[in-house]
């Protein structure tokens, strides 16, 4: 079945717009009563049929509705500096769309070798991943924020922090309870900076790592997101 992304879906007839539009009916080649399904990214899931095949605005009624589509018991928000290959970063996004993650910050670090991104790109690389895994949430993607803005931030639940400096730090699958809302922070290619790490620890992290093997910033946050998934099976 053929998935589109509609996030302004509010009726029960709907058109979709002109890139889906012209996918819809120039590239698959659908037609009249033609099934697809769609999401709206805040966890409504839809069957639908095509009612009129316009390549510029393709007509479409709602046959089925489901809200609440996927949802997870718990909520996990990852702020990871981006990193200086951008392609890495992007794959981040893509790996842990597609695993399951609900808000991403991108993070300026003291040892950020990246400090500007575009969001636009971005988000058009998450929005494809939700459609790829059938994911009715799409994570909300954050600005690029300095690290000493974001530390002193609320969050209803556990807060983590990676890193590779030696000490006694557990690993987050010991760290982590089932259900609990998480927040794990992810440092840059050169690590958090130690006075980084005495502030998170100021404002209540947790330190943990993530295994034995020192990972790439982007396996770290894809091992993160995967770690807190599989604990909440």
């Known amino acids: 079945m053929h998935l ?9 007839t709907y058109t ?13 080649r659908l037609s009249v009563n033609d099934q697809i399904e769609l999401i709206d990214g ?7 049929k095509i009612i009129v095949p316009n390549p510029k605005k393709c007509k479409i009624e709602i046959t089925k509705t489901i809200h609440e589509f996927g949802k997870r018991n718990h909520y996990l928000h990852i702020a ?7 392609d890495r970063f992007e794959w981040f996004l893509e790996k842990a769309t ?11 670090c003291d040892h950020s070798e990246r400090k500007v991104i575009k969001n636009e790109r971005l988000e058009k690389i998450i929005v494809s991943a939700v459609k790829q895994s059938i994911k009715a949430y799409k994570p909300k993607l954050n600005v690029l924020t300095k690290y ?49 790490i005495n502030l998170a620890k100021k404002y209540n992290f947790l330190e943990t790592n993530l295994g034995d093997s020192r990972l790439r910033t982007e396996t770290a946050g894809v091992v993160a997101c995967h770690t807190v998934n599989l604990l909440n099976e």
């Open 148 to 196: 000493s803005d974001f530390i002193s931030r609320n969050f209803d639940g556990s807060k983590y922090i990676a890193h590779c400096e030696e000490n006694q730090k557990q690993n987050l699958k010991a760290n982590y309870n089932e259900g609990n809302n998480a927040l794990i922070l992810i440092g840059p290619e050169g690590d958090f900076s130690p006075n980084e």
């Open 4 to 12: 589109f992304y509609t996030p302004d879906i509010s009726e029960e």
């Open 42 to 48: 805040k966890g409504s899931f839809y069957e639908a």
């Open 98 to 108: 597609e695993i399951g993650i609900d808000e991403i910050t991108p993070l300026l």
């Open 80 to 86: 990871i500096a981006p990193t200086k290959n951008m």
């Open 16 to 28: 979709l717009n002109e890139t889906e539009s012209k996918h819809c009916i120039k590239v698959l």
